[in-house]
């Protein structure tokens, strides 16, 4: 059994057309999809905070009737400790979340994922599918012994080589 923080995209992406995506895009949708069915199904947890800010994130960015909201809401219908393992973060007067400076990753909006990590030792893995930023940030990241489990690393790479 694991803990996981799970970034918002690996959800979003199990909710996306099948017909509008590219090649790489339906590589990354069944990766995301067999890695959350997995997730779901099994004794792993979801690492989330307890101002909800991950499952409004969650939420907003998610279809109404989508796989993804199936599969939260099993999540959140379980008893919270079976599936959950709810911290308190710091937030800063922006609604940030605080890091220590060596962890501050450009990307504002993802530091409560980094936060989340941090509340472990060693540090929850985050799980990211189309989120190029992680892997920018990855020498910042494994000097904060923090890993990225890339579930679409071919996606990253062919979007950072066009940049």
């Known amino acids: 059994m694991a803990d996981y923080v799970v970034d918002t995209n690996v959800w979003a ?25 997995a997730f779901v199904a099994g004794d792993d947890k979801l690492v989330v905070d307890t101002q909800f800010l991950v499952f409004s994130e969650y ?39 605080v890091v220590p400076p060596h962890c501050e990753i450009h990307d504002k909006q993802d530091r409560k994922w980094v936060a989340l ?4 030792e060693p540090p929850y893995p985050i799980v990211n599918a189309v989120d190029t930023d992680w892997e920018q940030e ?26």
Do not use: H
């Not at 992406?13 to 069915?37: P, Y």
């Not at 890993?147 to 990253?156: A, R």
């Open 13 to 37: 992406m199990v909710d996306k057309d099948i017909a509008s995506l590219t090649a790489d895009e339906i590589a990354c949708f069944g990766q995301c999809k067999n890695w959350l069915r």
């Open 59 to 97: 939420r907003n960015n998610i279809g109404q009737n989508g796989l993804a909201r199936v599969w939260l809401n099993q999540l959140e219908t379980k008893p919270r400790n079976r599936k959950l393992v709810e911290l308190e973060i710091e937030l800063n007067e922006e609604g940030f979340a």
């Open 117 to 120: 990590a941090l509340k472990d």
């Open 138 to 163: 990855k020498e910042l990241l494994n000097a904060a012994n923090i890993y990225v489990q890339e579930l679409c690393l071919t996606y990253i790479q062919t979007t950072l080589n066009r940049r």
